[in-house]
């Protein structure tokens, strides 16, 4: 069935260091991929998303790429803060032309000043 | 401000007595959704409504029930909570198109006892 799967966490950085989060997805259909941050005690945000394969999704500083050919969607961002700790979920729409959405297990990202 | 709400945030019940947990949008919104978020399982979709007096299963609807009355309310109802229930809950909403980015509220913090 449809599922995405994230690497475990914490990942636990210093300021300024590179992050990459992976996320793989299960090649069924022709997908929506987003990725979604929740900061402590808030609800989820979305951070980006791609609709087709190549596209790029960009927003504060974070990166992902659509890769069809690897079934990936990664999340980099070259230099992180602190105040990018948080919870991050990979997701994709269940196929295409429906709405519902499959989420990841999420990865705890740890930023230390 | 665009928001979805949610109440109450905070609940502590005990085994077998019947509570509702309201959810709120103010987008206009025609897509809304209730998911459930337990440590290393991610985000579960427990129903879903596409419009007004449309609802739908998600992946865990067990011992939930849910309305769609109106277009800005989506309540979740627990007829006879139990303990395995106890988790986070999340309303989201969205207009309607796969690309479409979800609007989560705070979320609801459940103890069943």
């Known amino acids: 069935g449809d599922s995405v799967t994230q690497m475990e966490g914490p990942v636990t950085l210093s300021e300024e260091a590179f992050l990459t989060i992976n996320c793989t997805y299960t090649?069924?259909?022709?997908?929506?991929l987003f990725w979604y941050v929740q900061y402590p005690g808030e609800g989820l945000q979305l951070l980006l998303k791609a609709t087709k394969a190549d596209d790029k999704g960009s927003n504060k500083g974070f990166e992902a790429t659509y890769r069809k050919e690897t079934t990936s969607f990664h999340l980099e961002k070259g230099s992180v803060q602190v105040s990018d700790s948080a919870v991050y979920f990979c997701?994709?729409?269940?196929?295409?032309?429906?709405?519902?959405?499959?989420f990841g297990t999420g990865t705890r990202l740890l930023v230390s000043p | 401000e665009a928001q979805v709400t949610q109440n109450p945030r905070y609940l502590i019940t005990v085994t077998g007595k019947k509570l509702t947990v309201t959810c709120s949008q103010n987008m206009n919104h025609e897509y809304m959704s209730w998911y459930r978020q337990d440590p290393g399982l991610g985000l579960r979709q427990i129903y879903y409504s596409m419009n007004v007096e449309v609802t739908d299963k998600g992946d865990v609807p067990e011992g939930y029930k849910v309305s769609r009355k109106e277009k800005r309310n989506f309540p979740l109802i627990l007829e006879s909570p139990s303990p395995n229930q106890t988790s986070l809950y999340f309303c989201a909403s969205s207009e309607t198109g796969t690309s479409n980015e979800q609007f989560f509220g705070p979320g609801t913090r459940l103890t069943v006892l």
């Open positions: 090649a069924t259909g022709y997908p929506s």
């Open positions: 997701a994709r729409t269940k196929r295409a032309g429906f709405q519902k959405l499959v």
